[in-house]
């Protein structure tokens, strides 16, 4: 399972690698979740690969609850796929959620646009070119941490904080029942990471 998970990390590593532009979409009525896996995402890949033209996409407003994380003050809401050669949804488990299915439908037919897809939602659709859906996992932003960690990037402590908002707003403060060992142990490995909990305690 593990070797398997590598190989599809890689893949997107790969995909990273030869895309110049890039847009990174979280779902309407933002939460957490998609905020942060997004943000995470963009801060970790502006760390470690030159030449990459990144846009965060959102075409709901930021909720002056969440302003706070890291990396939402640059979030966009116009959108055009054809202006990307890499295109990535997190969080979002349906083309509604996205908010794109009536303005761009061939966004979603895993044919036209080079697109991939991160989510835990036992509910995707599954929609796009290469799909990442771990059902299992209760929140996106630990994906995220494991498509980075395990391709052993640098994940510094503002993308650190912003994964750990992600599992601690999902999981609500680490009660709900979907909060697991592996929960845990990712939730651990950020703190050694310097994620800052007060900081996510404090503003959420």
């Known amino acids: 399972m593990l070797d398997k998970k590598i190989r599809v990390y890689n893949k997107i590593i790969d995909k990273i690698k030869q895309a110049t532009k890039i847009a990174l979409i979280s779902h309407r009525n933002p939460d957490g979740d998609t905020l942060g896996s997004a943000t995470a995402f963009y801060q970790i890949v502006n760390s470690n690969f030159s030449n990459k ?3 965060l996409i959102c075409k709901d407003i930021i909720p002056n609850n969440l302003s706070f994380i890291h990396n939402t003050e640059i979030y966009k ?8 050669d890499l295109i990535i949804f997190f969080d979002s488990w349906s083309k509604d959620q996205t908010l794109l299915d009536k303005e761009f439908p061939e966004l979603f037919d895993g044919k ?6 991160i989510d835990h939602h036992i509910t995707n659709e599954i929609y796009a070119k290469q799909n990442i859906i771990l059902t299992w996992y209760s929140s996106t932003t ?10 052993w990037f640098y994940i510094d402590p503002i993308s650190a904080t912003n994964i750990l908002t992600g599992i601690y707003t ?3 403060w680490l009660k709900h029942s979907n909060t697991d060992s592996v929960t845990y142990k990712y939730t651990w490995e950020l703190l050694k990471l310097w994620a800052d909990l007060s900081y996510i305690v404090n503003n959420f």
């Open 53 to 55: 033209k990144i846009d």
């Open 77 to 84: 809401t116009k959108f055009n796929p054809s202006n990307y």
């Open 142 to 151: 630990m994906i995220v941490y494991e498509i980075f960690s395990f391709t």
């Open 170 to 172: 999902d999981t609500w």
């Open 112 to 117: 036209t646009y080079n697109t991939i897809w």
